[in-house]
């Protein structure tokens, strides 16, 4: 039987890799019954701003930010995506006070994500920083906080490749974008308009229900 460099044969593999399974999917559930609320508050936020919603981030929390921005639209909340180091490069001149910025970041550490929600407030524009480190000096220059629950340190690699902690934020923006659907009553045949190409279209347009809402409560 083959085995790899470290010694792991197939089946030690296979079992590591069930266990970066069950980490990952540990970190997601924590996330039940410890941000709803915070989830409410930034739909409600985003359906009142009379502008856009301005994602932004960097590295794989800017990844994450991107699609958030992706998904917000789809489901009928305009927002687009702008780096951080672009944002410091002239791009925030595209921010408005009229905007809301929401900003990701792990540890809160980013010097340039720090700089730019700094520049952001003094401008009047609105932040929410969603991080897992509520007193950080990013999350303290922000207008509000998004706490999400600490990521074991085993989930993350050597508590620095960001996995486990980068599904928690999906599955945190997942929840974000449908709950302002919900909100804003988008329907599928809404998704369809602005979804027309690809599987998505097709689908859509063999639906016989295009009217109804993706989601209802429960």
Known sequence: MSSDDHG????????????????ESAAIAALVGAVESSIVTVAHQMIAVAGKVVTTGSGTSGIMAERLAHLLSVCGTPAVYLPSMDALHGGMGAITPSDLVVAISKTGQSSELTSLV????????HVVAVTESPDSPFATAASSVAALPPTPSDADPGDMIAMASTLAVGAWSDAVAVVTMSMRGHT?????????????GARGHRSGDESAPVVRGA
């Open 8 to 23: 792991l044969d197939e089946e030690g593999l296979a079992n590591l890799a069930g266990e970066v399974l069950s980490r």
């Open 188 to 200: 599928l045949r809404d998704v369809v308009d602005g979804h027309p190409a690809g599987g998505v």
């Open 118 to 125: 700094e520049r952001l407030g003094r401008r009047g524009i």
